[in-house]
C-alpha cells in the first residue's frame, strides 16, 4: 500500500484526493490545507486525517509520496521540503512562475530532484497518449507538423488571471510541454496575442487568445492555439502529422448521441465542458504513474526539467510577443 | 456517337435527357412525350428535336438505344416494340405493377430481353456500387447481415400514391432491388407496415412506413426500413456485414460544414434531399453503363430478369403483409 | 449507509461488488458464492466479508438489498427469499427461462415484486437513456421507428449456450427490454434466424443471428439485428426516428484517435470489446437507481413485469421463428 | 450566350475550357495555346477553334471574356490587352511574381482593373463560401480564430518548383486570399518554414512545409500549415472560430463508405487526391461568377486587388521567414 498525502485542498487537490481514494493499492494518507474548513472537508469526503499543518505530512515517515497541489509560490519550499524528507513528489505545474528560481532550486536539488514527478496530465490524457505511443512506433513515420488546439470554456475570474503568470505560463505551458512530449527540444518560438474576449482581461495586462509557433530541433513545426473561451465547451485536439500520414485526437463527449432534424444533422451534444471531466482520466492514469514511480523507483517522467523546460518555451512566448521576433529559448 | 432517344419528359424523362447531353460520346436523338408542352421545353432545353409521336423514335433506323421514362402502364409495350426495333433499351422500374403481365412479355420477348436493362440506378450509386465491389472481393468476408434504411424526405402527392402500385411497388422496389444485387436469390420475405405519417395515404388503402426482413438463399438475412417521410432530407443508407467486417455507407450531404456552438456541436447541414440531387452520379454511371451495353453488346445488369424479381419480392412482400406469414417468393 | 449483499460472484456478480465497492453511500455488506475460491476472491478483492452461504446474506437484517447473480435457475428462489426478508432486490435477467414458473413466482409474490427491479443495465447507458429522454421530451415528435444493431464480439463457449435458454431469452432479450423501453407494449413479433457463424451453435440447436421486428401497440416498428460474432468489438448502436427527426446512438471508443493514411482515413480503434468495459456507466448508473429506490422506497424501473414481458417477446420470437408467422405475445 | 477565350491549354486552361463547355449559356469561343499539339487537343476535345495566336482571341469582338490561363511571366501583359481590348478577364493567380509589376499593371491599367478577376477558386468551393457566408451572418458571433490547414498530395516536379517562386507566392497564395477572404486587411504576418520532404526542393532553395500566422485588422489570429506532401491525399481544411461557436469543412471523399474491421473501425478512403476532383465545383462556381460579372458589369470578386494582396502577404512570409521577426505587409 502507497501512503500518499496531499498539500493543497483547491481544485485541483481534490482531484488527485479523489484519484488517490479510487486508487486500488493507495491510500490517501492525510491531506493539508492552510485552511481548516477546506482541508476537514476534503479529509471527510474521502475518510481521511487532515491537518492544517504541512509539516504534520512532511515529517511523517509512514508516508511514501505527496502531491503538492497548493498556490504556486509554495510550489519550490513544499517540493524541496518533500524530497529531502525522502519523498516522491507529484508538484503541479508550474513549478515557479520564476524561471531563475527554478534554476536555483534544480542546482540546490541536483539530483533530488530525481524525485519530483510533474504534473502535466495531458502527457497521461488515453487519447494523446495513444498517439505519442503510436508515433514513437513509426505509424506516420517522422513528425513533421503537430497542430495543437486548446480552448477553455469560459476565463476564470480576473483575480485568478492576476495571480496566474499570463495565459502562456498558465493556460499554454500545457500545450507547451505537450508539445515537448512530442518535438523533444525546442530550438525557436513565435507568439501572436489577442485581446477579443474580455476588456477585463486586457485590462490586466494579458492576452487572451494566443497562438504559438515552435520549431523542434528536429526541423517540424508545431502550431498552438488558444482562446480563455469557447461557446462549445472544452476544446482540446492534436493532429500529429508525418510522411505516412496523420493521428488525430478529436474532442471527447458525454454520450455518443447525434441528433437529425429539419434545420441541422448528426449534432452531437456540447463537448466535456469541465477539465476535471474532459481529463478525469488522465487524472487517474497519472497518479498510477506516480505509484509506479514510488514502486520501482524510477526516474518520473515527466520530470522536474521538462517542468523548467515548459516554463522556458513560456517566457520564450512572452518575449516574442513584446519584440515581434522569433526567440531561441533559455 | 451513340444515338439515344427519351420515352417520357416527366421528371425521370428529364434527368435522363440531362445525363445524355452532358455525356460525350452520347447524343440526345430525340425526345417524346405525348404532352406537347412537355416535349418541347424538354428538347429546347437540351437542343434536340422533339415529338408528341413515340413511333417517330421507335422507326428511326439511326438511334441505337431509348430510355423508357413513361408511365408504368405504356412500360411493356414501348420496351417490346423497342427492342423488336433492334434498340438496346434502358427501362425505368418496374417493368409492369402486375407480376403476369411481365412474365407474359418475358415468354413473348425472349431472348430479346437480353437488350433491355432495368433503371435501378442505386446499384450506380458510387457509394452502393463500392461497398458491392469490395464485398465480391471479399474485403468482409462472407456476407451475412444487410441493413439498408431507405426513407423519402416527404409523401408524393396522393394521385401518384393511388396509382403507384403501393408502397412495395413503388418506393421499396428499388430497396428490394439493391437487397438481391448483394444477396442474390431471396427464399423468404416477412413484412409489417405501419400507418404513422399520412391518413390520406391510409385511406388510400397504402402503408407509409414498413419494414421487410429477406433471406437470401445463402441463409444470410437483410432488412429495409422504410418511411414515406424524413424531417432531415433524403435518408438512404446501407450496412453490409460479414465474418470479417462492415461496410457502410452514410448519407450525403451538400457541403462538408459542421457547426459547433453552445447547444449542439458537429452538426451538419440537411441531408441532400430531393432523389435527383442524392443520386445525380448514379443516374450518370447508369448512363455510361447503358451506353457501354450499347457498345460492347454486352448482356445488360441489371436485367429484365432482375426487374421481374424485384417486383416478385414486392408481391410477396404485400402478401407477408396480408397474411402475417413469412412468403416464399414466386 | 445503503448495506448490499452480492450472490454470486461470476463475471457479472464481479462487476455488481466492483459498482458497489465504488459507489459512495453504499456498502458492500457480504458476498456470496457457493465456489468457496470465489466468494474468498471476491470478498478479499473489495475488502468484504465472503460466505459460501446465501442465508447468511439472507437472513442480516443489516442488509438493506440484495443483488441476485446467480445461476439463472436459482433467481427466483433467491428473489422470492430476499423480498421476504424484507430486502430490495436487484435481479439479473433473466427472471427464469420458464415463462410460466415467472407467472408463478409473480402470483406468489404478489405486490411483493415491487421490491424487485431487474438487471436490464442497458436501460441506465448513458446514450440510450439520453435518446429515451428526449424521446419523451418530444424531440424527435412521436416515435415511428426504431433500429437496434446489437452484435456480440464473439459467441460464449458452446457450454454456456447449451445452458442459456437460446439466442432470444439470452442476448436479445437485452435488446427485447430496450426496444419495450422506447415502443411500451408490444402486440406483434416476427423474427428470422440465421446459422452463419458457428456449426457447434447450429448443432446444439441454437441460431446465431437473428432479425426480429416488433409493433408496438401505438403502431411502431421495430427491428433488432443480432449476431454472435462481430470482428470490430462490441456493436451496440440505436436509432429512434419520429416525425421532427431521428436520434442516433453510435458505438463507443476507447479514444478519439482517428489514422488517415494512404490506404485509409479517419480510421478509429476498435469499438470497446467487451461488454464490461462498453456498459460500465450504465452498471454504474444501475446501481445508482437501486440506490436510491432503496433509500425512497420509490417503485422499480425496470420492474419484475418489465422481465416478464421480455421474456415473453423472447418466447414469441421462437415461436415466430418455428412458425414462419407472426406472433402476438402472451 | 457569352462568348469566352481560353489563353493557355495546360492543366489549369483545361479545366476553364471544361468548365465553360459545361455552362448553359457560355460558348467556348475559340482556345489559344502556343504550343500547336496543345491547342489543337483542347480545340478538338470540346469542339472549339484553336489557335496558336493570342492575337486572335483579343482582337476577337465576338468574344466577351479571356481566362488567362497561361504561364505567370505572360498574365500581366495578356491581362492587360484583354482589358484594353473591351473584354472581361478571369486572370490566374499570381498577376506576377514581382510586386513591384504588378504595382506598374495596376497604374497602368487604373479603373480598367475593373474588368480583372481573379482567379482564387477556393473561395467558391461550396463548403468555404458556405462557411464565409454564414461567418457573415452572424452565425458564430465575431470571428477571432482562423485554423486552414492545406497539404498537397505530393510535390511537383522540381522544374515547377524553380520556377513557381517559391511556396508561399505558388500554394500558400490560395490560403493567403483565403485568409483575407475572412479577416479582410492583414496587418502582420509570421511565417516558419521547414525542409521535411524533399532534399530536391532544398537544393532549389525553397522550403517544403510552413506555417504562416497572420493578424486581422480586427485584432484576428489565423494560421496557415502548408506542406508539399500529404499520404491521405490533398488535406484541405478550415476552422472559423468567434463568439458563439465554430463552423469547421473538412476533407471530401468520393463515397461516404466506412469499414470497420478487427484492426480500424470507420475507415473512409482516401480523401480526394488532384485539385481538380477536389475544386471542380469551385472552378464550376467561379466560372458561373465569372460570366455573372459579364452579364451584370458587377465589379468583380476576388478583384485585381485582392490578387495583388495575397501577393504582397506571400512576399511578407518570405521576409519574415528571412529575418525572423513579424513583418507588416507593403
Redesign the interface.
Same mark, same amino acid.
Given at each position: 500500500m502507497v501512503r500518499i498525502g496531499v498539500l493543497g485542498c483547491g481544485r485541483i487537490g481534490r482531484v488527485h484526493a479523489d484519484s488517490i481514494a479510487?486508487t486500488r493499492g493507495a491510500e490517501l494518507a492525510r491531506v493539508f490545507d492552510p485552511i481548516e474548513a477546506s482541508a476537514r472537508e476534503v479529509g471527510e469526503t474521502y475518510g481521511a486525517p487532515w491537518t492544517t499543518s504541512a509539516a504534520e505530512i512532511l515529517d511523517d515517515p509512514t508516508i511514501d509520496g505527496i502531491v503538492v497541489a497548493s498556490p504556486t509560490p509554495t510550489h519550490v519550499d513544499l517540493l524541496s521540503r518533500g524530497v529531502r524528507a525522502g519523498k516522491a513528489v507529484l508538484c503541479e505545474k508550474p513549478i515557479d512562475l520564476d524561471l531563475a528560481r527554478v534554476d536555483a532550486c534544480r542546482a540546490d536539488l541536483g539530483d533530488l530532484t530525481d524525485r519530483v514527478m510533474l504534473g502535466f496530465n495531458r502527457r497521461f490524457d488515453? !487519447?494523446f497518449a495513444?498517439?505519442r505511443a503510436?508515433v514513437g512506433a513509426g505509424?506516420?513515420g517522422?513528425l *513533421?507538423?503537430l497542430?495543437i488546439?486548446s480552448?477553455d470554456p469560459a476565463a476564470p475570474p480576473i483575480s485568478y488571471i492576476e495571480a496566474s503568470g499570463g495565459l502562456f505560463r498558465d493556460m499554454m505551458i500545457h500545450d507547451l510541454d505537450l508539445a515537448r512530449f512530442f518535438l523533444g527540444d525546442v530550438v *525557436?518560438v &513565435?507568439a501572436?496575442g &489577442?485581446?477579443?474576449?474580455s476588456d477585463e482581461i486586457a485590462a490586466a495586462g494579458d492576452i487572451d487568445?494566443?497562438?504559438v509557433?515552435l520549431?523542434g530541433a528536429g526541423?517540424?513545426?508545431a502550431?498552438i492555439?488558444n !482562446?480563455r473561451?469557447?461557446? =462549445? @465547451?472544452y476544446?482540446q485536439r492534436l493532429e500529429a =502529422?508525418g510522411?505516412? $500520414?496523420?493521428?488525430? #485526437?478529436?474532442?471527447?463527449?458525454?454520450? !455518443?448521441?447525434?441528433? &437529425? $432534424?429539419?434545420?441541422?444533422?448528426?449534432? $452531437?451534444?456540447?463537448?466535456l465542458h469541465f477539465f476535471l471531466d474532459r481529463y478525469t482520466p488522465a487524472y487517474r492514469a497519472e497518479l498510477a504513474a506516480f505509484i509506479q514511480m514510488i514502486a520501482t523507483g524510477a526516474k518520473p517522467s515527466p520530470s522536474f526539467d521538462d517542468g523548467r523546460a515548459a516554463l522556458a518555451l513560456a517566457d520564450a512566448a512572452n518575449e516574442s510577443l513584446r519584440? @515581434? #521576433?522569433?526567440v531561441k529559448p533559455a
Open positions: 479510487a488515453p !487519447s495513444d498517439i503510436r505509424e506516420i517522422g *513533421e507538423q497542430v488546439i480552448r *525557436e &513565435s501572436l &489577442s485581446n477579443l474576449v487568445g494566443a497562438v509557433t520549431r526541423g517540424q513545426l502550431t492555439t !482562446s473561451r469557447c461557446a =462549445f @465547451g476544446d =502529422f510522411e505516412l $500520414g496523420m493521428l488525430a #485526437a478529436g474532442n471527447q463527449y458525454p454520450t !455518443s448521441v447525434r441528433f &437529425s $432534424g429539419a434545420a441541422r444533422t448528426e449534432a $452531437g451534444p456540447p463537448v519584440t @515581434g #521576433a522569433a
